[in-house]
Structures are given as C-alpha cells and as structure tokens.
C-alpha cells in the first residue's frame, strides 16, 4: 500500500460533524453519543441526520450531499459516523469529487462497519482513516476506550499498544509481524471486491470484525476473497468481535459446527497467513479505535498489536 496522508491532528474545542451516511439512526442512541463528545469537541449535524426511507437514513442524494457539505467546510477537522447499518456501498459511485475534496483538505473520518466501505473510500483517495465507534454507541462506550479515540485523534504519536492479542494454536510463526493496517467489517469487505474500491492489501495486516454472520457464511465470504486475490499477500489477519456469530445449537446434529474463529484459521492457513484473535473491536461492549492505513506491528511472543505510526499529523 501507497504512503498516506495522516489529517491534521485535533484539539479539545474543534469543530466536528455528525454524519448519517448509512442506516436510520436511533434518536436516544445517537442524542447520548452526541452529548458525551460534546464534553470534547463542537460537535454540528444537519437537521435531516435523523432521517429514514426504510432501511436508510434518508435518500441517497441527501446523503451524499451531507458528506460533500462537511468537507467543504474548512475547519471541520472530523467526521464521525452516526450508525452503521447498510447504505455506504450504494452511494460510493456519486463521491469522487468528495475524495478530491477530502485529498485536497484532509480530515479524519471515524466509524465502522458499514463505515467499513466510506473508511476504504477514503483510503483509496489517499487519506488515513480511524476504525472506531459510531456516534450511536459512545453513549455507552467505556471510559477508557473513549480515551483511546480521543488520544488517536489528538495525539500524532503512536497510541499505546492493544494487548491480549491471542495467536492462533495452529501456528508455528512467532516473529515479529509488520504492515499497514487495513479492513473493518468483513460482509463490507466482501462487496468491495471486483469494484474500484477494492482494498489494496498486499503486506497489509487484515482486521476483520463481524455480527450476524454464521459460520458457513463467514466461510463463504473468505472464499471469495481468497478466489478474487486478496487473501494472497497478507502479513497477518487480526480478529476482533464475532457478535452473534455462531450455529443455532440444533443446526448440525451429531456434527458441531466449527466456529467463526475455526472458519477463518482455516481459510487463511491454505495461505500461511498468521490470525490472531481477541482485540476489543467491533459489535461488542467496546470498541478500540485504530488507525487505518498506519503502519502496526504484532509481537506474538507478547500478545501485542503496536502500532507504529498515528493516525492523524
């Protein structure tokens, strides 16, 4: 992967904005997300970014045009997704003349999951994204992860390490791993591949997050991108959340189900890809932010995910 730009970094008092690119977003949620980074930051929305046509927060054009607004406002130093939920991937194809906007001026641009596809688009224009929480979890985000965002945002240093990173039993690779750090939710990932924004991932280390997803979906979803190529060239896959990830007990009489975690050990042994498991990212109680696109480092002897650069300048 190309060197990218790190946006400049924020401070306490900057003037943020509140972005509704994919699903409806729950009014409690997102009011309660909203006052606890108001203790930070100047935090401004649009008025429509409650709004809801079925499964999305309102029309393409409006979302579209919401993210087109927030970058062209200069001192806006941060987007932060309101909700994941689905809608990103159909509005890619209208943001070219966003990820100019966002090359030419760049900022950071915080969010998951469905946020996965607008973090690889802003990748692709050249720009260092944060993996983190959606505005409508911080209401209930613990302490010391609201800290971790806050730091990566701020701070141009390197954050302090994620430790309790578990190598897979299988493997025998304990040195020292390098690579940018690339990915996010892994049915994003999927629908990324063949288009344009398909991620570039050679020498890259992979997070993946998921929820909802069985086993044998999971299993499918890794065989596509191990047929499209992008499985190839990994250093590492680093496994964070598997919310609601498993079989129904009854599903496979006599015959268990491997899990969610065994799927992807195996998948990605045919490459010799080292996995690794057990960082606090993604659908579940926390969710440590990370800095796309910057250099990490995995020290298996430690349990250790370091990484090695920050992201924002």
Known sequence: MKDLVAPPRLKPGDRVAVIAPAGPVPRDAFEAGVARLQNRYRVEYDEKVLAREGFLAGSDE??????EHWLAEKDVRALFCARGGYGITRILPR???????????????????????????????????????VISQLGKLPDRDLEALYSLLE???????????????????????TGRLVGGNLEVLTRLAGTRWQPEWSGCVLLLEEIGERPYRIDRQL??????????????????????????????PG????TAHDVIRERCASYGV????????GHGERNR?????ARVAIEPMKGVL????????
């Open 62 to 67: 409006r979302r579209v045009k919401e993210i």
């Open 95 to 133: 943001l070219d003349a966003a990820a100019a906007a966002l090359l030419r001026d760049p900022r950071v641009i915080v969010g998951f999951s469905d946020a996965t596809a607008l973090l690889a688009w802003a990748l692709g224009a050249g720009v260092r994204a944060v993996h983190g929480p």
């Open 155 to 177: 701070d141009p240093e390197p954050p302090p390490p994620v430790r309790g990173l578990i190598a897979s039993k299988t493997q025998s690779f304990f040195g020292r791993i």
């Open 223 to 252: 065989t596509h991108l191990q047929q499209a190529g992008m499985l190839e060239n990994l250093a590492a896959v680093v496994v964070g959340d598997m919310v609601r990830c498993e079989e129904p007990a009854d599903a496979w």
């Open 255 to 258: 015959n268990p189900s491997p």
């Open 274 to 281: 080292p996995v690794f498991s057990g960082i606090p990212v």
């Open 289 to 293: 932010a990370l800095p796309l696109g």
């Open 306 to 313: 370091a990484p090695l650069e920050g992201a924002v300048a």
